[in-house]
């Protein structure tokens, strides 16, 4: 692992910085969050501090719609949870990690209400409306708690919430302990064994971390894509693009929805050179969520090898608005005195300063 960023830093001067993003995505498939069952007592969890209210209206007559169920979910994350509103059509999920969730009411004799929401500080309000039903309802509820969500203990939830606040608190080999007791109480638990290849990575141990993913991946019949997203990074960073594209594709035809998979797939078709390819595949991932820093990392990288260090210029730039105090943030800097360099080498007529 070492040797491998060593390797990054030295092509990174060479090519205008087009590795800069391996750290930062390394340390973002760590934090992101994944909370089991759903239920409004789930929320007492610690480690993740953001929120999501709103309140819900009868579209007829603007009252509040009381005792009805919100249910949210995050396809990247992993997560669902509902509640019930107030007496006054108020909600409220607390204890959220940043990403874009959906959100939907399936409420007897009205339409299905849905939006999505965009955690990316602590916050987000949304105002709901259900609309009466003409007709009957049709379609199963994509957001019904699965079976296996059903049958995992407690106690494993715990062990797996723990492990996940150490990893934010960047202790690796902590929260494998954590994982690891909770696929102990629940071996076909395939979202702690993905976290454990998580804490693998960050230690350095690709070797178990690549089992890890395995076994998720087995375990959810394929259906988890967050460990194939995993399993391609580890191809990536062991200098196997093509492998990696492979594996991350059929990831993404389980979760089309995920940028961390789109914008992954953008690095290993940069490393194929494959440019536009990877230009488009890192656009996907804004898309999907406009403000997901690491894919501007990905998009200046395809403007360094076009060598247009203006628009380069304006996508670490962007990063920096999104992340100024990120993991990456010092990195991506030198990466703009470097671009600055260049673009004042290849325009000496006009003037450019930091930010």
């Known amino acids: 692992m070492r040797r491998e960023l ?42 993740v501090g953001g929120e999501i209210s709103g309140t819900v209206l009868l579209e007829a007559n603007k009252r509040p719609a009381s005792q009805v169920a919100v249910s949210l979910k995050s396809h990247v994350a992993g997560i669902f ?13 607390q204890h959220l990690p940043p990403g874009t969730y959906e959100i939907v009411i399936d409420e007897a004799g009205y339409d299905s209400a849905r939006s999505s929401a965009q955690l990316d500080g602590s916050s987000s309000e949304l105002v709901l409306y259900l609309k009466s039903s003409t007709g009957p309802r049709v379609g199963p ?12 203990p407690e106690k494993a939830q715990e062990e797996l919430q723990k492990g996940l606040d150490r990893l934010i608190k960047n202790d690796p080999g902590s929260s494998l302990v954590h994982f690891r007791r909770a696929t102990a109480a629940y071996p076909e638990y395939y979202e702690a064994h993905y976290h454990a290849g998580v804490a693998e990575l960050r230690l350095g141990h690709h070797a178990e971390a690549m089992q890890a993913f395995q076994k998720a991946i087995d375990l959810s019949g394929g259906r988890y894509a967050r460990a194939a997203f995993g399993i391609g990074y580890l191809l990536y960073l062991e200098g196997n693009p093509g492998e990696a594209e492979k594996v991350i594709r059929r990831g993404l035809e389980a979760d089309d929805h995920s940028p961390d998979g789109h914008s992954i ?33 990905v998009i200046s990288d395809v403007y360094g090898r076009r060598h247009d260090y203006r628009a380069q210029l304006q996508n670490l730039d962007a990063y920096l608005r999104l992340e100024p105090s990120g993991s990456a ?16 080498e290849s325009h000496p007529q006009d003037s450019f300063s930091s930010p």
């Open 6 to 47: 060593l390797e990054v830093e030295k092509s990174s001067l060479r090519i205008g910085f087009p590795r800069i993003i391996f750290l930062n995505l390394l340390l973002s498939f760590a934090v992101i969050a994944w909370t089991p069952i759903a239920s409004a007592q789930v929320s007492n969890f610690a480690g």
């Open 81 to 93: 949870r509902s509640v019930l509103t107030d007496l006054e059509g108020h909600f409220r999920l």
């Open 141 to 152: 509820n994509r957001y019904t708690v699965s079976v296996h969500e059903l049958r995992i």
């Open 265 to 297: 797939l953008g690095m290993a078709l940069l490393r194929l050179d494959r440019v536009d390819e990877a230009e488009r595949s890192a656009r996907e991932a804004l898309l999907r969520n406009p403000n997901f820093a690491e894919a501007y990392l």
């Open 329 to 344: 943030s010092e990195r991506v800097r030198q990466a703009r005195e470097i671009t600055l360099r260049n673009l004042a």
